[in-house]
């Protein structure tokens, strides 16, 4: 591919539309033309200077965060067109774009559910544009990615689902777990998860770790969908700023032992470049996975009452949400994943080794 993507992102203003600058302004391959803010009816907003809220990147980007105006957006030049948006907006203004032809990568949990009668359920959004719901690819991009290179519309995964699907969705093809039994999550998300928008329970002096959404928590159907098994989730504020780390226990069909499982998800991800199976006895943590795309996973196998537990790490501002849209965009244009991801061009045999305890 010669010629660079025009890329406008909408929602700029935000965690993960300015981890989206960042990341893209080292893509050989993509042009930042325009800087959106998420709001049709600010209109008559003054201009923001990206810079001045994201002090990291002064000197590397000149625009400014504009107005959303969406009959202009419709009549621009973009090629993609992220959309780091709150649901509502996304589910208004999706199909706008994608009846200009733009190519969208959705941020938002509007289209992840895949039925407007879960959407609305589960997230309590309608559309007079249904028929968007069975074309757009859930953006999981190590399960679904021959979906990507044809799809108009792609669908990035919530944070929670991303480190919660990859740990579970080899087992489920596998039969391994025990039937009549759910998988338990629990997972714990820095709080950069709840968006930058001020909230007391996320200051300095006010944050701690605690559970909350517990049995109602919105990502829950979506990982049941997605990684296809009930599941009992609890997520759980931390004290920290970035990452997700997620404790899955999983109770074994028969016949399911250590060795077999470590052939399990070699099988899924022993050649994937960003899914890191860990050497025997060195656990994920969020700082193992901190401003990278990588998700890791480590297991541990109690073959005498068949339990098995599965750790799962990721940067929740980049694999669970804009590294994860960037290599989504790759995959749809039939670009190297790893391109804007990745900088120091090591080859598969670095990202994927053994992992586990036997």
Known sequence: MNDALNITIVGASGYTGGELVERLLSHPHARITTLLGSESHAAKAEPRSFEALFPRLRGRIGLSIT???PPALCESDADVVFLATPHETSIELAPKLLDAGKRVIDLSGAWRLGSGDLTKSVYGLQTDRPEWFGRAAYALVEINRDR??????????????????????????????????????????????AGRTPNARTTFGEVSLQPYGVLNHRHAPEIELHAGAGVVFTPHLGAYDRGILATI?????????????????????????????????????????RHTNFCDLNWAVDEKHGHLIIVSAIDNLVKGASGQAIQAMNA?????????????????AAASSRGGDS
């Open 148 to 193: 990507l290179p044809e799809a108009q519309l792609a669908s990035n995964p919530g944070c929670y689902p991303t480190a919660s699907i990859l740990a579970l969705r080899p087992l489920v093809r596998a039969g391994a777990i025990r039937a009549g039994t759910r998988p338990i999550i629990d997972a714990t998300s820095g709080v950069s998860g």
């Open 249 to 289: 226990h999983v109770e074994l069909a028969p016949g399911f032992s250590a060795a077999r499982i470590a052939e399990i998800y070699r099988e899924m991800y022993g050649h994937e470049r960003f899914v890191r199976l860990l050497p025997a006895g060195e656990w994920p943590s969020v700082a193992g996975v």
């Open 67 to 69: 107005p959303l105006n």
């Open 332 to 348: 749809m244009h039939g670009m190297p994943e790893h391109l804007g991801l990745l900088d120091d061009g090591l080859g598969l």
